[in-house]
T-cell receptor, first 112, second 112 residues
Framework: NAGVTQTPKFQVLKTGQSMTLQCAQD?????MYWYRQDPGMGLRLIYY???????DKGEVPNGYNVSRLNKREFSLRLESAAPSQTSVYFC???????????FGPGTRLTVT | RKEVEQDPGPFNVPEGATVAFNCTYS??????FFWYRQDCRKEPKLLMS???SGNEDGRFTAQLNRASQYISLLIRDSKLSDSATYLC?????????????FGRGTSLIVHP
């Protein structure tokens, strides 16, 4: 079982460039999440998807869009990257019964 | 005031010591609680759920105090391998969805 996978692992962007972070899970979980983690800030929720076909904003959604492509996949898009979006991005999925979240290995993004 | 608060530490303890962390939350409607462990530059991993009656998993004990709105994690007989950041997570309902909020984490360093 792969669990939660994320691509890419590392990315460097110039200001204004766009990119999509991919996330997939094979645990048949209904809920999926995108977080960013900055030093001293902990994990902050960007967007979440409670089930296939639904997405909602979290604590820090500005500058991001998401797509829940199907039950397995949840992507995060940066339309016009800014240096403030330099961070580590984690995707997670959870079972609707237990709410236990399982995380992908993260994407380390630098915007110059 | 942040919804979920933790003392960032670091807690610096010798091997074999007992150490306890607390995590306070502000939303009394919060329903589910967890402790995660995060090693440097790695993804968070579920350590244990926190049940109302308290629960134990080997050297780890988690407790919930709904009246005072905090959860705790007790680690007995600390090992060098326990050195990590410990994150608490609180799940709160909002509009039919279950929203996770992470604390910023407590750093634990266990030394020989």
């Amino acid at each position: 079982n792969a669990g939660v996978t994320q691509t890419p692992k590392f990315q460097v962007l110039k200001t204004g460039q766009s990119m999509t972070l991919q996330c997939a899970q094979d645990m048949n979980h209904n809920s999926m999440y995108w977080y960013r983690q900055d030093p001293g800030m902990g994990l902050r929720l960007i967007y979440y998807s409670a089930s296939e076909g639904t997405t909602d904003k979290g604590e820090v959604p500005n500058g991001y869009n998401v797509s829940r492509l199907n039950k397995r996949e949840f992507s995060l898009r940066l339309e016009s990257a800014a240096p403030s979006q330099t961070s580590v991005y984690f995707c997670a999925s959870s079972d609707r019964q237990t709410y236990e979240q399982y995380f992908g290995p993260g994407t380390r993004l630098t915007v110059t | 005031r942040k919804e979920v608060e933790q003392d960032p530490g670091p807690f610096n303890v010798p091997e074999g010591a007992t150490v306890a962390f607390n995590c306070t939350y502000s939303n009394s409607a919060s329903q589910s609680f967890f402790w995660y462990r995060q090693d440097c530059r790695k993804e968070p991993k579920l350590l244990m759920s926190v049940y109302s009656s308290g629960n134990e998993d080997g050297r780890f004990t988690a407790q919930l105090n709904r009246a005072s709105q905090y959860i705790s994690l007790l680690i007995r007989d600390s090992k060098l391998s326990d050195s990590a950041t410990y994150l608490c997570v609180v799940i709160t309902t909002s509009g039919g969805s279950y929203i996770p909020t992470f604390g910023r984490g407590t750093s634990l360093i266990v030394h020989p």
